[in-house]
């Protein structure tokens, strides 16, 4: 009597443990509003033109909801689009664009919060580019060919330059993959996303 009592109260504890994990997730919340500004880079200059990377900033936090630590091990960009720089996202740390994700841990109920650029690249006027960077701010160099970058949320209207360089509807999704150290195994989320 005592051996099924033993199996019965081992098969309970099985289940109890299966179920907790089944219910460990990670937690996305997107921020409505952005506290980062648009940024412009330029990549290369012509006799009548500028060949420009716009990035273009989103905010959002992730939350560890499992009962373990886990670790995001990377993360790329999937969108659509002829000069969208697909797979490629930038993170802001410590007010320049660095790399993409890479082996961030978070312990359980753990929340981070990323602020991100996608980037795109148009073709302007030397004539719009001067005029854009009268307004603007320099920001950092990039890149070992010390591309500049510079902060151009301070111009005016920026909502409508956006509209007008960037023709595509910028939609996809930052797909991340995550380690469980609990459970040794890898998982991957998507994180739907529109620019």
């Known amino acids: 009597m005592?051996?099924?009592?033993?199996?019965?109260?081992?098969l309970s504890f099985l289940?109890?443990?299966?179920?907790?994990?089944?219910?460990g997730k990670i937690q996305?919340?997107?921020?409505q509003e952005v506290s980062i500004p648009v940024k412009l880079l330029i990549y290369n200059t012509d006799k009548d033109s500028t060949l420009i990377r716009l990035y273009i900033p989103i905010e959002f936090d992730l939350i560890n909801k499992f009962n373990s630590k886990v670790r995001l091990s990377s993360g790329y960009l999937s969108l659509k689009g002829g000069n969208v720089q697909s797979g490629s996202i930038s993170l802001?740390?410590?007010?320049?664009?660095?790399?993409?994700?890479?082996?961030?841990?978070?312990d359980t109920n753990e929340k981070k919060h990323f602020k991100a650029y996608t980037s795109y690249k148009?073709?302007?006027?030397n004539i719009e580019k001067e005029q854009i960077l009268k307004d603007a701010e320099f920001a950092q160099h990039r890149f070992s060919s010390k591309k500049e970058v510079y902060n151009i949320g301070m111009i005016k209207d920026v909502p409508s330059f956006l509209?007008?360089?960037?023709?595509?509807?910028?939609?996809?999704?930052?797909?991340?993959?995550?380690?469980?150290?609990s459970t040794q195994k890898n998982?991957?989320?998507?994180?739907?996303?529109?620019?």
């Open 2 to 10: 005592n051996c099924y009592l033993i199996v019965l109260l081992a």
């Open 15 to 23: 289940a109890v443990s299966c179920g907790t994990h089944k219910q």
């Open 28 to 31: 996305v919340d997107l921020n």
């Open 92 to 106: 802001l740390i410590d007010n320049k664009l660095g790399l993409t994700f890479r082996n961030l841990k978070f």
């Open 122 to 125: 148009i073709m302007i006027p």
């Open 163 to 181: 509209l007008e360089k960037v023709p595509d509807s910028l939609k996809g999704f930052i797909r991340m993959e995550f380690y469980n150290t």
């Open 187 to 195: 998982f991957a989320k998507n994180i739907p996303v529109a620019f």
